[in-house]
């Protein structure tokens, strides 16, 4: 079954950065889409970055265009998410996701992990 565990969540103040992974098995990883999304409490899933499985496109959600980057190791079956001049309003639980494609007959999200950005 497919399967996706984020870590590298925490506090950190303003300004700070830190690297988000996501660990996927049990779909063909390289030939996947990946995304993360974002939750804060009293606010909508809202979308952070995809990456696409071939070309390696990147997409960016208006709030973190500049600061956040999304990358990928096929070889390790991991998507990443580098963050950086991290704000307040990034508090949010982060999930992993992997979208619906000939393989996966809908989207598969992770547990989430908590960064909070507070001084």
């Known amino acids: 079954q497919v399967h996706l565990v984020e870590s590298g969540g925490g506090l950190v103040q303003p300004g700070g950065s830190l690297r988000l992974s996501c660990a996927a098995s049990?779909?063909?990883?390289?030939?996947?889409?990946m995304s993360w999304h974002r939750q804060a409490p009293g606010k909508e899933r809202e979308l952070v970055a995809g990456?696409?499985?071939?070309?390696?496109?990147?997409v960016y959600g208006d709030s973190v265009k500049g600061r956040f980057t999304i990358s990928r190791d096929n070889a390790k079956n991991t998507v990443y998410l580098q963050m950086n001049s991290l704000k307040p309003e990034d508090t949010a639980v982060y999930y992993c996701?992997?979208?619906?494609?000939?393989?996966?007959?809908?989207?598969?999200w992770g547990q989430g992990t908590q960064v909070t950005v507070s001084s």
């Open positions: 996701n992997a979208l619906r494609s000939a393989e996966l007959r809908y989207d598969y």
């Open positions: 990456i696409g499985s071939i070309t390696g496109s990147t």
């Open positions: 049990g779909f063909s990883f390289s030939r996947n889409a």
